[in-house]
């Protein structure tokens, strides 16, 4: 079916650890857009991307890092994982007029 | 900058009560509003958006939105809630215009709790 998936939907992993998120969509949009929602903040963006190799921060940006080296995949990397970065991350992209949002990935850090 | 406020983190409604979540909005641009539901452990779904026109917006599930600029307010309004409404909202902005890219800046979530 079409849509957004992310993996792994779970994850725990130990302080200092590199992980990766992965999100793949298969309408093709151009932009996507990493958030994480954390109680009490909402969804705060951290990274988007208007096109393959074309990214850029969004408000909460440090720690993380992304690529997008094809049009359908947008991975997530903490280089270093700290607790603080425990959270529920959600992979969007941007149909005509609206974001559209995977299931998202909880990751627990400890 | 722009930012969104949810006035209510909290709200505890009947079975087919109605319902109002508040959201105020500040920026300094146009801007394109939209509500999302997040039902528990899911993702956000749009419920619906206002990007221009008509000032009333309806949307999925019965719900509606009244954009006031004067006000700078977008709050959902359903005349009768069920059970299955019990969830997560989010209010969110985006700049309009042609350097749109679309990053939403979102309001704190308001859970909405209908109780039989």
């Known amino acids: 079916d079409a849509g957004i998936t992310q993996s792994p939907r779970y994850k725990i992993t130990e302080t200092g650890r590199q992980v990766t998120l992965m999100c793949h969509q298969t309408?093709?949009?151009?932009?996507m857009f990493w958030y994480r929602q954390d109680l009490g903040h909402g969804l705060r963006l951290i990274y988007y991307s208007a096109a393959a190799d074309i990214t850029d921060k969004g408000e909460v940006p440090d720690g993380y890092v992304v690529s997008r080296s094809k049009t359908e995949n947008f991975p997530l990397t903490l280089e270093s994982a700290t607790r603080s970065q425990t959270s529920v991350y959600f992979c969007?992209?941007?149909?005509?007029?609206?974001?559209?949002f995977g299931n998202g990935t909880r990751l627990t850090v400890t | 900058a722009q930012s969104v406020t949810q006035l209510d983190s909290q709200v505890p409604v009947f079975e087919e009560a109605p319902v109002e979540l508040r959201c105020n909005y500040s920026s300094s641009v146009s801007v394109y509003l939209f509500w999302y539901v997040q039902y528990p452990n899911q993702g956000l779904q749009l419920l619906l958006k206002?990007?221009?026109?008509?000032?009333l917006v309806k949307g999925i599930n019965g719900f509606e939105a009244e954009f006031n600029k004067s006000q700078t307010s977008f709050h959902l309004r359903k005349p009768s809630v069920h059970i299955s409404d019990t969830a997560e909202y989010f209010c969110?902005?985006?700049?309009?215009?042609?350097?749109?890219?679309?990053?939403?800046?979102f309001g704190q979530g308001t859970t909405l709790q209908v109780k039989p």
């Open positions: 206002y990007l221009s026109g008509s000032t």
């Open positions: 969110a902005v985006s700049s309009s215009g042609s350097s749109n890219t679309g990053k939403l800046i």
């Open positions: 309408w093709s949009h151009s932009y």
């Open positions: 969007a992209s941007r149909t005509s007029s609206a974001l559209h």
